[in-house]
């Protein structure tokens, strides 16, 4: 199963690379990162922590970084410069002292023994673990989920807020309904916690289904929730009175990676998406989109794919668009995200023409 999992690539090194100890200079150090050669960290964990730090100081001179733009490029060079920072694995623990006890280590390189995971990927990896042990606290759910190695999952809640006001309020049918972009689960699980019969969910991300798996394993659910790994609809074919789709908020940059594919969309998601909703929509069903403008109060675009789908095609009509505003940006964020004050996520019903 783990051979089919999204998780980071084990490094393997054949070359003598540069070892790095609180004893190195720091100067030569980082010369050496921008000059694109990794180097290992051999003594302490918090060395590589201290190194991270040192690599933002040096970005922070270098580097403009309030407009979203621009915070987006000093994130792709933080991302380059700290991907070059690696920790050595050896059975499934990392090699340096007092370093986190991480269980995806065993869980995704179970056969494994010698290789090496950046220091970034290592931090996800550790967090990651945390989260899926003890559990997040949902507003909206009456458990904890425990999302699995990357998986998304919400850290505001304003948009699950609105789809459950939403589901309290709904008076159709609820023999089925469909999750299109599972992720953590949320919104099936709020489509349980609202007494639909059987929801039929999908996810492109192999880690979403074996998450959703192991979650309901040997539960009630497992007999009410259906899954399938594939694009948009995977292989269900049936229709259903309720579609939902959560789908990225953002329009997709070059180089992204396909542990972002629930942030940025590309330019065919959505035309292929309501394609294959409206085959697959009841007459007298709905079709919920939960979606954002944060693409355009930061300025990255001025389409908006739900409009487009509504003014371009004649599939669906709009019922309604609730909308909610989303909280600021605390003061203590330590980016300028001063279009947070005109976000607002949007619940967007539509139906058949």
């Given at each position: ?48 922590l ?49 370093a ?12 494994n ?5 950046s ?57 089925s ?19 639909f ?18 979650f ?13 790994c ?57 079709l ?10 930061s ?14 095609f004649?599939?669906f ?8 505003s ?28």
């Amino acid at each position: 199963m783990s051979t089919n999992l999204n998780k980071p690539k084990a490094i393997r090194i054949d070359e003598k690379l540069l070892l790095y100890s609180n004893e190195s200079d720091l100067a030569t150090t980082i010369e050496y990162l921008l000059g694109g050669k990794p180097l290992i960290i051999k003594g302490f964990y918090s060395e590589g922590l201290f190194l991270l730090k040192e690599i933002h100081k040096y970005l922070k001179l270098k580097r403009p970084n309030k407009t979203f733009k621009e915070q987006q490029s000093y994130r792709a060079e933080y991302f380059k410069l700290s991907n070059l920072i690696l920790l050595e694995v050896v059975n499934q623990k990392l090699l340096v002292k007092k370093a986190p006890s991480i269980g995806w280590l065993k869980k995704l390189y179970p056969e494994n023994n010698h290789f090496y995971l950046s220091f970034p990927q290592i931090q996800g990896m550790n967090s990651s673990w945390q989260w899926y042990e003890k559990g997040i606290k949902m507003p909206v759910l009456r458990n904890k989920i425990h999302p699995y190695y990357g998986i998304y999952f919400p850290t505001r809640f304003e948009h699950l807020i609105l789809f459950d006001n939403w589901l309290k309020r709904y008076s159709g049918a609820k023999k089925s309904a469909m999750d299109i972009g599972v992720g953590s689960g949320v919104l099936t699980l709020q489509l349980m916690k609202y007494n639909f019969q059987k929801v039929y969910a999908t996810d492109v991300n192999p880690n979403a289904i074996i998450g959703m798996k192991e979650f309901i394993a040997e539960t009630k659910l497992s007999r009410k929730i259906e899954l399938d790994c594939g694009h948009l609809f995977g292989k269900f074919e049936n229709k259903s009175e309720l579609i939902v789709f959560n789908p990225p908020w953002l329009p997709k940059k070059q180089d992204s990676n396909p542990m972002d594919q629930a942030i940025y969309y590309d330019q065919n998601l959505f035309t292929d998406f309501f394609s294959e909703a409206k085959k697959r929509l009841l007459p007298e069903g709905s079709l919920v989109v939960i979606f954002s403008n944060l693409a355009q109060v930061s300025n990255l675009t001025s389409k908006h794919p739900i409009e487009q789908e509504l003014s371009e095609f004649n599939r669906f009509k709009l019922e309604k668009c609730y909308k909610k505003s989303v909280k600021e940006a605390s003061n203590k964020t330590k980016r300028d995200q001063y279009w947070r004050g005109s976000e607002e996520v949007q619940l967007w019903v539509l139906k058949n023409k």
